[in-house]
């Protein structure tokens, strides 16, 4: 039987989890397109929720929000905003989750792409010199994706993110421990390869390739399928259906106004 308290705290969780997205987007915003303010903001940020349900969101968010800055090749501040959590997911994929997929941890190969992956993001020149040799135009897009915005704007963000991504892997370990008790090291081996799946948009919001890695990954710390799916989905619901929905509902609301003003 599921501990609804646990259930309960972790949906609450739903609003620290979207105040600092919201937040990393206004930074952005106020950064790259000038004057902003934090709702509308935070409304924009709904709106982008929403467009994850479909399996094109790398290509729709790449298409809103263009940068104006001529310095910068355009993005949208969704992709920047999904790169510095990327980048946050592959530190705890290093630190844990391989140790999961290959039974060792060599702590000194950590550290040094670590530190790769930092001059990445700190520095755009050494981005550049590194990622011509980097194949395929999708993984430069990536690598240089993570040196879109200056410092120390790129720092302020990077920790946002690294909070963002520890408000969902506290609700993971309250979902969890809702119905059998897990370690919390559990849940910096296993939701950061789950999260991964997020980059494989073949379905509606990912689902069915996240529960299925969220199955095979749980069962090696004795977690059954129905809880590893019960939980998966519940992630699914508080952190992208129920924004999504508000995002949606925002749009619509805001369609309308418009189409009244022209009318």
């Known amino acids: 039987?599921?501990?609804?308290?646990?259930?309960?705290?972790?949906?609450?969780?739903?609003?620290?989890?979207?105040?600092?997205?919201?937040?990393?987007?206004?930074?952005?915003?106020?950064?790259?397109?000038?004057?902003?303010?934090?709702?509308?903001?935070m409304r924009s940020c709904l709106q982008e929720t929403s467009f994850t349900l479909t399996p094109s969101w790398i290509d729709k968010a790449m298409k809103r929000a263009k940068l104006k800055d001529d310095k910068l090749k355009p993005r949208s501040v969704g992709f920047i905003d999904k790169i510095s959590e990327?980048?946050?997911?592959?530190?705890?994929?290093?630190?844990?989750?391989?140790?999961?997929?290959?039974?060792?941890?060599?702590?000194?190969?950590?550290?040094?792409?670590?530190?790769?992956?930092?001059?990445?993001?700190?520095?755009r020149h050494f981005n550049n010199v590194i990622t011509r040799f980097v194949p395929f135009e999708f993984l430069r897009t990536i690598l240089r994706g993570f040196t879109l915005v200056s410092w120390p704007l790129s720092n302020i963000i990077l920790i946002l993110s690294f909070l963002t991504m520890s408000v969902y892997f506290l609700q993971a370990y309250l979902l969890l421990s809702a119905f059998q008790p897990i370690a919390a090291s559990t849940i910096l081996m296993v939701f950061p390869l789950i999260l991964l799946t997020n980059l494989v948009p073949v379905t509606i919001g990912s689902l069915g390739i996240r529960e299925g890695a969220a199955i095979y990954l749980l069962s090696h710390f004795g977690v059954p399928a129905a809880?590893?799916?019960?939980?998966?989905?519940?992630?699914?619901?508080?952190?992208?259906?129920?924004?999504?929905?508000?995002?949606s509902l925002f749009f619509s609301f805001q369609s309308k106004l418009y189409a009244g003003k022209n009318k």
């Open 1 to 41: 039987m599921a501990n609804p308290s646990y259930i309960f705290l972790a949906g609450l969780l739903l609003f620290p989890y979207v105040l600092l997205k919201s937040y990393k987007w206004y930074l952005l915003v106020k950064e790259l397109h000038g004057k902003s303010t934090f709702w509308n903001t």
């Open 86 to 123: 990327l980048w946050v997911v592959i530190f705890f994929v290093l630190l844990g989750g391989q140790r999961l997929l290959t039974g060792f941890n060599p702590i000194f190969i950590i550290l040094a792409l670590a530190v790769i992956l930092l001059f990445l993001y700190q520095f």
């Open 227 to 247: 809880i590893a799916v019960s939980v998966s989905l519940l992630l699914f619901l508080f952190d992208t259906i129920i924004p999504g929905v508000l995002g």
